[in-house]
């Protein structure tokens, strides 16, 4: 039988979520987020709650109220290392906020990024954290990119999008401006007009109304809470004919608009499963069975005519799902 990549990526997948990794006693877990401003985080948070169950470990979680609050989350760290953590399980606000203080803060407590890029020591020393999970959002970036290059290659016309890619400096906004810029350079696609804001409804929606009344737009581009609400003013102008959505990450409301032909493309890092392997990572080393250093799901695409269930099971958590803060271990 001939393997592809992406058999073998679910193989590898399927072996480390496997019962070898399993808690061998009730592992205290503690993860912070960057915020739960949108559903991707809840996503990784129903992951994470989901495999902390399965392995009878207990996970305490914290939410850091958005990209802007380094100091919140160092306090939050501390917070971890009070409760008695075996292991911290990290979503930085800030790739380099812990670069030089990190061993401090944690007092040498186990620590793992996931999904947002940890820079965890000062170059050219190695990581201090032992584990990360997650994509290189430059990769996001360049899918959604692609897309609309393809659509609109060179000489096929000009096509004019608005950039909401998010906040400035934080998250994957850097990789992900980056990699769309590189995928549309040969195609006949101008950015008229970057917006960047934090990931709150309010503020993206008043950055998307500016864009729609004072600029010339063929596509809104930018990451979920953006589109979520862009599908909202389309909607109350009736110019959902008039102005295209691509979305550079997935959220429910971006996979309802997707179903409803309102949203045309979005790349998927497959959030719940992310949430997965990163409880499953710390367990592996708490067991003295460590995983790889760098775990990477493959970036998904999906489109109206594209939204396969399994892809979607290990994206989106359940929709009557809520966020989770704890849970306990069993006796």
């Known amino acids: 039988m001939k393997l592809t990549f992406h058999s073998i990526a679910i193989l590898l997948l399927s072996i480390l979520l496997s019962p070898i990794a399993s808690a061998k006693e009730p592992w205290n877990i503690c993860a912070i987020y960057p915020h739960l401003k949108d559903s991707y985080w809840l996503s990784v948070n129903y992951g994470m709650v989901k495999e902390a169950k399965q392995n009878n470990v207990e996970l305490t979680v914290y939410e850091s109220g958005g990209y802007p609050n380094v100091n919140r989350q160092k306090e939050q760290i501390k917070q971890c290392v009070a409760i008695g953590a075996d292991a911290i399980i990290l979503g930085t606000v800030d790739p380099v906020a812990f670069q030089s203080d990190l061993k401090k803060l944690t007092k040498n407590i186990p620590v793992f990024a996931s999904v947002n890029e940890l820079v965890s020591s000062l170059p050219p020393r190695p990581p201090i954290h032992l584990g990360e999970v997650g994509v290189d959002w430059y990769n996001m970036g360049f899918k959604a990119g692609e897309f609309l290059a393809k659509q609109h290659p060179k ?11 998010g906040p400035k400096t934080r998250g994957g ?16 696609i101008i950015i ?10 309010e503020l993206q ?3 998307i109304q500016d864009a729609l009344e004072n ?29 295209g959505l691509v979305s550079t990450y997935l959220s429910h409301a971006v996979y309802r608009g997707l179903l409803r032909e309102r949203v045309l493309f979005s790349p998927t890092d497959q959030m719940v499963l992310q949430g997965r392997l990163s409880i499953q990572q ?10 790889p250093f760098k775990i990477s799901p493959t970036i998904e695409t999906l489109t109206p005519d594209h939204l396969p269930k ?20 069993q006796d």
């Open 215 to 243: 600029e010339k737009l063929d596509y809104l581009v930018g990451g979920a809470v953006a589109i979520e609400v862009a599908i909202s003013e389309l909607a109350s102008r009736k110019w959902q004919n008039k102005v």
């Open 282 to 291: 710390a367990i592996g080393y708490l067991n003295h069975h460590p995983l």
């Open 310 to 329: 399994n892809i979607l099971q290990d994206s989106l958590s359940p929709a009557e799902y809520r966020p989770t803060f704890f849970v306990a271990a």
């Open 205 to 207: 929606r008043n950055l």
């Open 192 to 201: 008229s007009a970057t917006y960047w804001g934090d990931n709150s409804k």
């Open 155 to 165: 000489g096929s016309g000009i096509t004019y999008i608005g950039w909401l890619p």
């Open 173 to 188: 906004t850097k990789p992900v401006t980056q990699g769309f810029n590189d995928a549309i350079k040969d195609s006949d």
